[in-house]
């Protein structure tokens, strides 16, 4: 099971940093994306790393904005989030498939986060 969290309410150029957590197993040989939705829009792939080495792939969209990371002792994935813009304001969701392949589809994904919403204002 996933938990995402740290959603919230800022200002346009603010930094904020999401957090993708398990409990109870580890996310050895899995790959964990990050994933945004609004409101009437299918889910966007923002980004996606391997738990084994760390490889990584970002959206153009994001690319040099934000950063995905992982803890391999707290068992946890991180978007950092830089320089938001208003049009970052979404509900941020993290998923995981047991490969070691990244995937930016988010029907590829097996498990899912509950959600946490990122609001930006400008």
């Known amino acids: 099971q996933l938990q995402a969290y740290g959603g919230g309410l800022g200002q346009a150029g603010d930094s904020l940093r999401l957090a993708c957590a398990t409990s109870?197993?580890?996310?050895?040989?899995?790959?964990v994306g990050w994933f945004r939705q609004t409101p009437g829009k299918e889910r966007e792939f923002v980004a996606a790393?391997?738990?084994?080495?760390?490889?990584?792939f970002h959206a153009d969209s994001v690319k040099g904005r934000f950063t995905i990371s992982r803890d391999n002792a707290k068992n946890t994935v991180y978007l950092q989030m830089n320089s938001l813009k208003s049009e970052h304001t979404a509900v941020y969701y993290c998923?995981?498939?047991?490969?070691?392949?990244?995937?930016?589809?988010?029907?590829?994904?097996?498990?899912w986060g509950q959600g946490t919403e990122v609001t930006v204002s400008s």
């Open positions: 109870g197993r580890t996310l050895s040989s899995y790959a």
């Open positions: 998923a995981a498939r047991g490969s070691r392949w990244l995937y930016t589809r988010h029907g590829n994904y097996e498990c």
């Open positions: 790393i391997s738990w084994d080495d760390g490889s990584s």
